[in-house]
């Protein structure tokens, strides 16, 4: 079979073959719906609440503050609506950024539809937020302000603990989306200071549609699902219990080998950006070069376009993203990048590769190669690259 290798763990991950083992009972033996009263149903319910009080755990949380949900897209979506729905009688007014995933921007704009304003903070050219800006742009109004964690196309990562204290000096909830973050990162919500916190398993070798929220006790909010008294009334639905135990699973994983784990991602991260910005003409990183996701590279190449980019690479077996996956599809670069100020042309030219710890060096380097030698290749086609050469056309990476 010809090589493969996957660089887009940012996308999603393969789930760990204990996670698969663990989960497997649940499916053939132990199927009980955690709601039956008799025993078989509730040893699913002991399990679950086991599994609970462990994710809770791992990033120092009060167990009956984790809330399951079916990923990273519904617990950012109840985080937004279900909060600014209770406290709309206090005021209408919510921050957030202009680099968040769409599970979040796009909720933030279906807010706006229902007349909550709210303010997307600019990011700086590394793709950091300056922590005045909130301070300048918070409100006696502010119910929420909600800044990604760790960002899903350039890596870069917050100063959320700064940004939480800021909110709370305002009267303001404050939520993160974790879901690149954690087990990257290390999470702490008291530490970090934040009241609600989304995380997904599919983005740390857990499985797909199951992820959680975390919300601090005292935090008012809303039903998200109505049904059954599922969470604490709070999310209706049968408990997707293989789901929860693999989600479990995955974390105790991650967070087992966490050091070493992160330590081999960011010399391997390193190692690629590096050689790629001294042996490639016309690149540059997008994302700040050491405030970013132990696993996350994003580059943007002149006089490319990132999608021929992405099929020359395929065509060597090498899986990459050249932004985000929901973003792809569509004509218009992505918004992240457009925020760091890069022009449209140069965006369009952009490649994220995001490792894991069963990335090799070797597959690195032969990445490496690939990106030289298709880059070369792509270039010389490139009418815009031709007029470069000839002094016609200037480098135009920042407006
Ligand atoms: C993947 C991702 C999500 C969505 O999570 P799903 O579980 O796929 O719904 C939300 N936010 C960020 C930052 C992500 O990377």
């Known amino acids: 079979m010809a090589r493969q290798i996957y660089l887009d763990n940012a996308a999603t991950t393969g789930v760990h073959p204990e996670v698969l083992?663990?989960?497997?009972?649940?499916?053939?033996?132990?199927?009980?719906?955690?709601?039956?009263?008799?025993?078989?149903?509730?040893?699913?319910?002991?399990?679950?609440?086991?599994?609970?009080?462990?994710?809770?755990?791992?990033?120092?949380?009060?167990?009956?503050?984790?809330?399951?949900?079916?990923?990273?897209?519904?617990?950012?979506?109840?985080?937004?609506?279900?909060?600014?729905?209770?406290?709309?009688?206090?005021?209408?007014h919510i921050i957030t950024s202009a680099i968040e995933h769409h599970a979040i921007s796009h909720s933030a704009e279906w807010l706006e539809k229902q007349g909550f304003e709210v303010t997307y903070l600019p990011v700086d050219s590394e793709g950091i937020i300056d922590p005045a800006t909130l301070e300048a742009a918070i409100r006696e109004d502010t119910i929420l302000v909600s800044i990604i964690h760790g960002n899903n196309e350039i890596g870069a990562l917050q100063p959320i603990k700064e940004l939480a204290a800021i909110a709370h000096a305002h009267g303001a909830l404050f939520h993160t989306d974790a879901v690149q973050s954690i087990a990257h990162v290390p999470i702490d919500v008291e530490e970090l200071g934040v009241d609600m916190l989304s995380a997904s398993a599919h983005k740390f070798h857990g499985p797909k549609g199951i992820g959680f929220l975390y919300i601090r006790k005292g935090v008012r909010t809303r039903s998200f699902e109505h049904g059954g008294a599922q969470e604490r009334k709070r999310r209706a639905g049968t408990e997707n219990v293989p789901g929860i135990i693999g989600m479990a699973k995955a974390l105790d994983i991650a967070m087992a080998n966490f050091e070493q784990r992160t330590a081999y991602e960011l010399e391997l991260r390193d190692y690629l950006i590096e050689r790629v910005l001294a042996e490639v003409e016309h690149v540059r990183l997008n994302g700040h070069r050491t405030k970013r996701l132990s696993n996350n590279v994003n580059f943007s190449f002149e006089f490319i376009e990132g999608e021929s980019l992405l099929l020359s690479l395929e065509q060597r077996g090498i899986m990459a993203s050249s932004g985000s996956a929901c973003a792809s599809g569509s004509?218009?670069?992505?918004?992240?990048l457009l925020a760091i100020g890069l022009t449209h042309e140069?965006?369009?030219?952009?490649?994220?590769?995001?490792?894991?710890?069963?990335?090799?060096?070797?597959?690195?380097d032969y990445t490496i190669d690939a990106i030289k030698e298709v880059v070369v290749n792509l270039r010389k086609m490139s009418p815009l690259y031709e007029d470069f050469l000839q002094g016609k056309k200037a480098i135009s990476a920042v407006k």
């Open 21 to 92: 083992d663990a989960m497997v009972p649940y499916f053939l033996e132990d199927y009980g719906n955690p709601s039956s009263l008799y025993e078989f149903g509730q040893q699913a319910k002991a399990d679950i609440t086991e599994a609970r009080s462990r994710i809770a755990a791992h990033i120092n949380a009060t167990d009956r503050d984790i809330y399951f949900t079916a990923g990273g897209t519904e617990s950012d979506n109840w985080a937004l609506k279900a909060t600014a729905d209770a406290y709309k009688d206090k005021g209408r």
């Open 331 to 336: 004509l218009d670069p992505s918004h992240v």
């Open 346 to 364: 140069i965006a369009h030219g952009s490649l994220r590769l995001s490792l894991s710890e069963k990335t090799t060096r070797d597959d690195i």
